[in-house]
């Protein structure tokens, strides 16, 4: 399947965890692009960026980029009307404090009990872990977003994370571009199929335990 069909696919999936009256925080990356994805019935729903900013508007056209206003990964925004602005510490009290309803962010590896690592991998360049390992305890959901396999057709869902980990059973659901699993309890479930993905296809692809709920 084509690449960007299969990313479309998560990034649309995804889009039907937000809801209306929700502080959400996004990921870098593939994350982004949720917000392009929301559903019209939903309403007032809030971005929050852990750099200092709650109300991230749409990306900005090129006559209202804004170089002084940019998101955590570092790109230009806009901001809602109603947004707030606020110092880092601020922003962390906010996380660390539970007022973040949902973080959807990408994912490395994942465990077969939620374990998530989506920060580094050893030996490469890294610029920090950004707000990750606060995200995803503080949050009162956490979604992760990402390819069933890598580049090299291996799976990313395993029995224990062999990457650093960014935080111990901390996913609640994770969206892939083969099927949707949640995470009860340290117990990994199967819940949804992507369009066109059988049974087999998750469990030749899936390098973990998980339980069959599909309906």
């Known amino acids: ?3 960007q069909l299969q990313r479309k696919k998560i990034i649309q999936r995804a889009a039907q965890e937000i809801k209306s009256d929700m502080v959400i925080n996004l990921g870098i990356g ?4 949720v917000a392009n994805e929301i559903n019209d019935h ?16 749409p990306y900005p056209t090129d006559a209202e980029v804004d170089p002084d206003l940019i998101n955590a ?11 707030s602005y606020f110092d880092n510490a601020e ?15 990408g994912g490395m590896e994942v465990s077969q009990t939620g374990d998530l690592a989506n920060y580094m991998i050893p030996g490469k360049l890294v610029k920090g872990m950004g707000g990750a390992m606060d995200l995803v305890v503080g949050a009162q959901k956490v979604v992760v977003i990402m390819d069933h396999m890598n580049k090299h057709g291996e799976s990313k869902i395993k029995a224990q994370c062999e990457l650093p980990l960014t935080g111990a059973g901390v996913v609640n ?11 009860e309890n340290g117990v990994m479930k199967l819940v949804e199929l992507q369009d066109g993905v059988t049974l087999e296809e998750v469990e030749a692809n899936t390098a973990a335990q998980f339980e069959n709920h599909l309906k």
């Not at 593939?30 to 692009?33: A, E, S, V, W």
């Not at 659901?173 to 995470?183: H, K, N």
């Open 1 to 3: 399947m084509d690449k």
């Open 30 to 33: 593939m994350p982004t692009l």
């Open 42 to 57: 939903v309403e007032n729903v809030f971005f929050q960026s852990e750099n200092g900013l709650l109300g991230i508007g």
């Open 73 to 83: 990964g570092k790109e230009t925004v806009t901001a809602a009307k109603g947004a």
């Open 91 to 105: 922003s962390f009290a906010m996380i660390r404090g539970g007022h973040i309803d949902l973080a959807i962010l």
């Open 173 to 183: 659901t994770l969206i892939t571009d083969l099927a949707v699993f949640q995470f």
